[in-house]
């Protein structure tokens, strides 16, 4: 089991760290952009919002260790609407796959966005990154849709809309009395 997590707000400040996390993080770029990703990139981080919204609709946490930056996760809340959290980007260290850190820092934001008022978390995976469909869906999240061409710098990419109710199951009951004995 993973130690506790405790996130820390990012800001344009922490561009260096994010982009050095993105060089390591190679894979990722390449596979979405056809590129590794440009130092820029991660002061886009902060900026790129999609039309209607503003940066102050977005949180961008971090995790560090010892050895600096090793998680990044962007959220825009009320997008596409409201009471809907949109998971922009989740990045973990190659060296810290595979060991149940994305899981958990994954539930850890579900209670974050859930203290905030979500019922809904949605992203978006590249068709192309069937692994990360894979783990997404381990987690929870089913199909929305499909969308696509769009352009990715060096790619053109369908992408694979996912989605998870934060709502509790409306058949859950609780017991109003505890079982006497024991």
């Not at 996130?7 to 590794?36: M, N, W």
């Not at 209607?52 to 962007?74: C, E, H, M, N, P």
């Not at 203290?115 to 929870?140: M, P, Q």
Request: proline share 7%; aromatic share 8%.
């Amino acid at each position: 089991m993973p130690p506790p997590f405790d996130a820390i707000k990012l800001t344009l400040a922490d561009a260096g760290p994010i982009a050095a996390l993105f060089a390591r993080c190679s894979d990722h770029f390449l596979l979405q952009d056809g590129v590794e990703a440009d130092p820029s990139d991660a002061a886009a981080l902060f900026r790129d919002v999609p039309t209607g919204k503003s940066a102050t609709d977005q949180t961008i946490f971090g995790w560090r260790d010892d050895s600096g930056l090793y998680a990044v996760a962007a959220m825009l809340r009320d997008y596409p609407e409201d009471g809907v959290w949109y998971l922009g980007l989740l990045l973990l260290d190659p060296r810290r796959r595979g060991q149940g850190v994305g899981r958990a820092l994954h539930e850890a934001l579900v209670r974050h966005v859930i203290g905030k008022g979500a019922r809904e978390f949605r992203l978006a995976v590249i068709e192309a990154n069937v692994g990360a469909e894979r783990f997404w869906r381990s987690l929870g999240y089913r199909e929305r849709r499909r969308v696509g061409l769009e352009a990715f710098k060096a790619r053109q990419q369908r992408r694979v809309e996912m989605t998870r109710d934060l709502r509790p199951p409306q058949n859950a009951t609780c017991p109003t009395t505890l079982p006497a004995g024991r």
